[in-house]
């Protein structure tokens, strides 16, 4: 618009002529209709669906509030015949300029008569449109007033009458920051423009005279409105104070939230990932499918509802498309029924508990240090650590014995995942995580024996692409972009890389799609057994803070997460009854109508009938996956294999030679380091103090637990001393000891 400084120069002269040869330059250079349209702006980006449904708004200017464009035809009838009534009664007769209004007003002025004044609709829109033709301190000049008059007449030969009170509609301030008719109905009514009502609509007239008037004179201009309308229509006169009540209440109201749909954590990532210096649209069209967005959000709001007084309030789902890596559903919080529904858990960093342990086994597989049917003894075990003694025990405090890999990991024993570990190594591990995407902010040896049971920290995104990699026959690849660039460049395919051998992924994907292999810890009827083929694992983390159900199906691989975003524990609730009954529900219906077959074996795997030895409490006689040149028919027990640092059998009574010695503690030994397992509740892992009289009294910290050879003490984090005394109080022996929750540093923790 290169003209408008010439206008401006020409509208502060005081000469006339040089005003009237100007005025014709600035309103020929007034936009059309469809420019106007094409540049308009929502103050509210609308995120999109796949197919086109919208899923969530999300307010992306700070400045104004406008919401979408909306047709005439869109508009109540009772709003455009307040609109015209009060601004402007003859807008479909005169030709943008209202004669009789300027001779009334002129009258009026003359004898000092108050009028409503002789700017139309049309003259009022050319001001919108040019800064120009705006008012100046609440007063136009001349120039303006001839300025507009210019313009109104120009877009009245270029637009039509419709599209003229359209743009209008639009484009006019109500109140404050309220841009258009879209966003003071929603913010002041809480509705679509095409329902208000003959009263809300002469408020949002009268709101157009003065916007930011007080209420008591808006309510009594909204009657005015009213009393027009009646008078025209032949109606009774408006109760004023009816009117006022009701303006009044309108205007403290504001019902249009920044943030409203059902995919709010969803939205703030799509546009936090918005190429840089491409405008955002008014519309996004993403990956998300609103069907299954819709049925994750209900399904865990329900299921959290029917948790109920367990002190579980949060939550997240996450649906990846396995051959896209497309994002089908993402629920980042539980909404109203969380206290920090803004904390996006599907970022959220958590321990993952025994959702790791699948790719351990794979890993093991892989190596051939393990089979499917190889035997691992889930017993008692103190593992000797560079920190101390590391004791993982099973979820139910019982022992299974010889187990094969197959039952080890589809029931998820803990005790054989760190027997697993202490065969692949740590460090082995912790770089096989880095392949399926699961980088960990400290090194491997901060983890140590833990990292089995899940003692890091990851989120669901990351961790749910990494089932996604073993659906994939192993192949690791990012999720696929949230949205398509308006203008992509060219770039590189997406990174991929085989994490793990398609052989190991098969194996361990039909381990965790075998219902009788589950069954020793989650029993036959289990949630997670599908009526189609499907994988799954769960997870619990340390103090039950967190709970986890991750599993795939042919075509799609879903992850859910249950816990509270504070960090505090739940109270009895499982992998198994927290977060798989939402796992299944959503693969459900995915699946409501089409099939999920199981993979087929991929070159380099075979399967062998194998044999268990008889009496030794082993596996049944079955089929068995395996790697090509690792198969073997029969399994026996070996009593005598060496064990991952067995504990030595518990003093019962002190030997003959040792009665006339002083009473000593046997159990622990001084220096221990206990640490607590992730998946089991503090309640539950109990620790045997032993000494070797019974005539003694057991001391922690200074205050007495007990007396007697042996006693169950429940160990709590930090840094203890614990000393046997006599009945008189005298110290006989004491020792130190250290408890941590696994994972956590070897520096003395205070509290749980």
Not at 69 to 77: I, K, P
Not at 361 to 387: K, P
């Amino acid at each position: 618009m290169a003209w408008l400084p010439l206008v401006r120069q020409a509208l502060q002269r005081p000469g006339l002529a040089v005003l009237l040869l100007a005025l014709p330059w600035a309103a020929q250079a007034l936009p059309s209709y469809r420019e106007v349209r094409a540049e308009y702006r929502p103050s509210h980006t609308l995120i999109l669906a796949a197919d086109g449904q919208e899923v969530h708004s999300l307010r992306t200017n700070a400045q104004v509030r406008q919401g979408q464009w909306v047709a005439l035809s869109e508009v109540s009838a009772a709003l455009r015949l307040a609109l015209l009534a009060s601004e402007d009664q003859r807008f479909y007769q005169h030709s943008g300029v209202d004669w009789q209004a300027v001779s009334a007003a002129a009258w009026g002025n003359l004898w000092h008569q108050k009028t409503r004044g002789a700017s139309t609709i049309t003259m009022q829109l050319a001001g919108l449109l040019d800064e120009d033709w705006r008012n100046a301190a609440g007063r136009r000049s001349l120039g303006q007033k001839l300025g507009q008059a210019v313009a109104a007449t120009r877009l009245e030969r270029s637009w039509r009458k419709d599209d003229i009170l359209e743009a209008y509609l639009n484009l006019v301030p109500f109140r404050g920051e309220l841009v258009g008719l879209d966003a003071l109905s929603r913010t002041l009514f809480g509705k679509a423009p095409h329902g208000l009502d003959g009263h809300e609509a002469a408020i949002a007239a009268a709101l157009i005279r003065g916007p930011n008037a007080t209420a008591p004179v808006v309510g009594q201009r909204a009657c005015g409105v009213l009393q027009s309308l009646a008078a025209l229509q032949q109606r009774p006169a408006p109760d004023c104070a009816a009117v006022r009540w009701r303006t009044e209440q309108v205007l403290s109201a504001r019902l249009w939230p920044a943030s409203s749909g059902m995919a709010p954590h969803w939205a703030r990532r799509v546009l936090a990932q918005w190429p840089q210096g491409q405008p955002l649209p008014s519309r996004i069209t993403t990956t998300l499918r609103a069907d299954v967005q819709r049925v994750a959000l209900q399904s865990l709001q329900r299921h959290l509802r029917e948790l109920q007084g367990h002190n579980v309030e949060d939550g997240a789902v996450l649906v990846l498309d396995n051959a896209s890596g497309q994002v089908l559903a993402w629920v980042g919080s539980s909404g109203s029924l969380s206290q920090a529904h803004e904390v996006d858990g599907v970022l959220a960093q958590r321990q993952p508990g025994s959702t790791l342990k699948p790719f351990l086994y794979a890993q093991a597989v892989q190596q051939r240090r393990l089979t499917a049917a190889s035997l691992i003894e889930d017993s008692a075990a103190h593992i000797n650590t560079g920190a101390g003694l590391y004791i993982p025990q099973n979820y139910d405090r019982r022992f299974k014995g010889w187990v094969s890999a197959r039952v080890a990991l589809a029931a998820s024993l803990n005790v054989p995942a760190v027997r697993t570990l202490a065969m692949v190594g740590v460090e082995d591990f912790y770089q096989q995580l880095a392949q399926f995407g699961l980088d960990l902010p400290q090194p491997a040896g901060y983890y140590g024996y833990s990292l089995a049971l899940g003692s890091s920290e990851l989120d669901l995104l990351r961790l749910t692409n990494a089932y996604r990699a073993l659906a994939n026959g192993g192949r690791w690849q990012p999720i696929a972009p949230l949205v398509a660039p308006l203008h992509p460049a060219p770039s590189a395919p997406p990174a991929q890389r085989q994490a793990i051998g398609p052989q190991a992924a098969f194996i361990v994907g039909d381990i965790l799609s075998d219902s009788l292999a589950r069954a020793p810890t989650f029993g036959l009827d289990s949630v997670l057994t599908t009526r189609f083929w499907s994988a799954v694992k769960t997870g619990t983390s340390k103090d039950m803070r967190d709970n986890w159900a991750i599993g795939w199906s042919q075509h799609y691989t879903v992850g859910v997460w249950v816990g509270n975003a504070s960090g505090a524990a739940m109270h009895e609730v499982s992998g198994s009854s927290g977060a798989a009954p939402v796992w299944a529900e959503v693969l459900g219906y995915l699946h409501r109508a089409q099939p999920s077959l199981a993979p087929p074996p991929p070159a380099g795997v075979v399967q062998h009938s194998v044999q268990f030895a008889a009496g030794q409490g082993l596996d049944a006689n079955r089929q068995e996956w395996f790697l090509s040149g690792t198969e073997q028919t029969r399994f026996v027990r070996d009593d005598n294999a060496p064990r991952a640092a067995p504990r030595a059998a518990p003093r019962t009574a002190p030997a003959e030679d040792e009665k006339n010695f002083a009473p000593r503690i046997d159990s622990p030994a001084s220096g221990t380091i206990l640490a607590l397992d992730p998946d089991i509740p503090p309640a539950q892992q109990r620790l045997w103090l032993r000494a070797s009289s019974p005539a003694v009294r057991w001391r922690l910290n200074g205050h007495i637990l007990g007396s007697g050879a042996q006693l169950a003490w429940l160990p709590m984090p930090g840094q203890h001393v614990l000393e046997i005394v006599d009945a008189q109080g005298r110290r006989l022996d004491a020792v130190t000891v250290q408890v941590r929750g696994a994972g956590l540093s070897g520096k003395p923790q205070g509290k749980p």
